[in-house]
């Protein structure tokens, strides 16, 4: 993962460069964003070492404002409508969706990443930020489950939600999450030539995040 980050963002800077000499620094666009589901190796102040799900062990900066924050289940009852929620999922033959996970998002964060796009969860999943419509026992064949109506800006989707689905939500995390053998879903970037974590969310006593 550190090498595919590295030479894959480093290479992209230097054809940047090559491209547009007399252009500042400044002026470059960002390199692109991954996210590294994974396990806590090592943390100290500057540096977070995590051994990502396929078994590479990733170095990380750590910036003084890297977002720390931590992910715990709630119950698939908390989903109510009006709900600003993110659902990772699977499209299904019937144009519906099938969730793997929930967000319930807490209202401060109502509105992020509102839409429907692919998602790298698993191979063709797709992720959905958007508002319960409505909500519905799921079919019969999803016993125990709920159907939601979810509606975003320009568009909408049907997501069926089965029994056993994670749902979570999020609140602001401490230093006390960032422990070796955490689980971690860090979003990180490439940033002065070194992989740098942006953003980490991790669960508390094994608990993975499920997006």
């Given amino acids: 993962m550190l090498s595919r980050i590295s030479s894959t963002l480093l290479a992209s800077a230097a054809l940047l460069a090559a491209a547009a000499a007399p252009i500042t620094a400044s002026a ?5 964003q991954v996210r590294i589901r994974g396990t806590i190796v090592r943390v100290d102040a500057k540096t977070l070492v995590v051994q990502d799900r396929g078994g590479e ?4 900066a750590r910036p003084a404002d890297m977002q720390l924050s931590e992910v715990y289940r709630i ?13 990772a999922a699977m499209p299904q033959a019937d144009g519906t ?3 793997l996970e929930v967000v319930v998002f807490p209202e401060a ?3 992020t990443g509102e839409g429907h796009r692919p998602w790298d969860l698993l191979p063709e999943s797709t992720m959905t930020n958007a508002t319960v419509a409505d909500l519905a026992a799921a079919p019969k064949s999803v016993r125990g489950g709920q159907q939601l109506r979810l509606t975003y800006k320009g568009g909408e989707k049907t997501v069926v939600v089965p029994p056993d689905v ?16 955490a689980k971690v879903l860090v979003n990180a970037q490439e940033k002065n030539g070194t992989p740098t ?10 608990f993975a995040p499920p997006m």
């Fill in 57 to 60: 062990v990733v170095s990380l």
């Fill in 166 to 181: 994670p749902v979570v939500t999020f609140r602001a995390g401490t230093e006390a999450l960032l422990v070796p053998g």
């Fill in 197 to 206: 974590a942006l953003r980490v969310t991790a669960g508390r006593n094994g």
């Fill in 75 to 87: 119950k698939l009852a908390d989903i109510k409508k009006g709900s600003f929620i993110g659902t």
């Fill in 28 to 32: 470059q666009a960002p390199s692109e």
């Fill in 97 to 99: 969706q099938k969730a």
């Fill in 109 to 111: 964060a109502r509105g």
